[in-house]
């Protein structure tokens, strides 16, 4: 138990350092997106004043907008609702992330878990760490992971930033959340209902979590295969890293709410996103060169060792724990 103690206290604070510095990039991430949508000509004819009825997305769904909204008015109110929940996260559901935060610096048993941003922080770059590891396993045997094709860069940062959203009610709330609430559910009322569907691990009396877990890999799996089956899908090497990716979104709404789920989902389209833009922008070169340039390979370093950080404080966590427990027992 020392050892792992030492080896805990000896990565804390360049763990906690890592995640306070991609809180703070997340919050500038709300200005760049601002700045690449009304401040440049990301979309060249495609601007923020263009008419959504006209996009490409709402014609295939045949979803009719009954009065006049531009796409600069979808991005409001997205931020509107990302800066809510970025809010949410920031002050609860304990713990502010700030006294979060200093409680740990002093204090090596304290619950990360009761602040809600250091949960998104920290399972953000292990997610990005696992994507890593597996595009470049897949690579090693010659799988290529090739996005579908973008006709224009607005367009497609409107989608990665109303995604989050749209799929974490498809995919978490309506294929985890709702058989959870029906198969564990201890009352019938609209309040419970709705408290079960935001956090079901908080309000459902669920004792055997061998079920979720199956339903929830199941899930992932059906999101993976969801991203090469639809309309303009990725390549099939996208099949297992959006798998796992969704396997993980699955636990984290789980065990700890819509709102991580959604985050975290957010963190990888929507916050990437905003610097890949931004640079593209400010520089005058492509999308895909951008994510080539050194900010954003600098960005990706900091994830991945962020990412190694989380998860040895995760496994060492785990042990410590365990070890307790048995050292109870006897």
Do not use: C
Not at 140 to 166: C, R
Not at 287 to 295: D, G, K, N, R
Request: net charge neutral.
């Amino acid at each position: 138990m020392q050892i792992l103690d030492k080896i805990l206290q000896l990565i804390r604070i360049p763990h906690l350092a890592l995640l306070s510095i991609i809180f703070a990039m997340m919050l500038l991430s709300f200005p760049f997106g601002v700045f690449v949508v009304f401040d440049t000509n990301i979309g060249n004819d495609v601007n923020f004043q263009y008419p959504l009825s006209n996009l490409e997305l709402f014609k295939e769904l045949g979803f009719a907008i009954p009065f006049h909204v531009e796409v600069g008015d979808l991005f409001i109110v997205l931020w509107s609702i990302y800066a809510v929940l970025f809010a949410i996260a920031l002050f609860g559901p304990n713990n502010g992330f700030l006294k979060t935060l200093s409680s740990n610096l002093s204090n090596s048993k304290s619950d990360t878990k009761s602040n809600y941003m250091f949960v998104i922080t920290k399972w953000f770059s292990i997610l990005i760490l696992v994507s890593i590891i597996i595009d470049s396993v897949q690579q090693g045997f010659g799988i290529v992971t090739v996005p579908p094709h973008v006709d224009n860069d607005l367009t497609q940062f409107l989608y990665v930033s109303l995604s989050p959203i749209v799929e974490e009610f498809g995919f978490r709330v309506i294929l985890i959340g709702l058989p959870l609430f029906v198969f564990y559910s201890h009352k019938l009322s609209f309040s419970h209902f709705l408290k079960s569907l935001w956090s079901p691990n908080r309000n459902l009396h669920i004792y055997d979590s061998k079920k979720p877990l199956l339903l929830i890999v199941l899930v992932g799996v059906f999101f993976g295969i969801s991203h090469i089956i639809t309309g303009e899908p990725w390549s099939e090497g996208k099949l297992l890293q959006a798998s796992v990716s969704g396997i993980i979104l699955g636990w984290l709404y789980f065990r700890f709410g819509l709102i991580a789920a959604i985050l975290v989902h957010w963190a990888t389209n929507y916050f990437i996103f905003s610097y890949a833009n931004f640079i593209s922008q400010i520089n005058q070169i492509t999308i895909e060169e951008a994510f080539l340039q050194p900010m954003i390979n600098t960005m990706e370093l900091l994830f991945f060792i962020s990412g190694i950080f989380s998860i040895s404080v995760l496994l060492v966590s785990y042990f410590n724990s365990k070890k307790e427990r048995k050292l109870k027992i006897e």
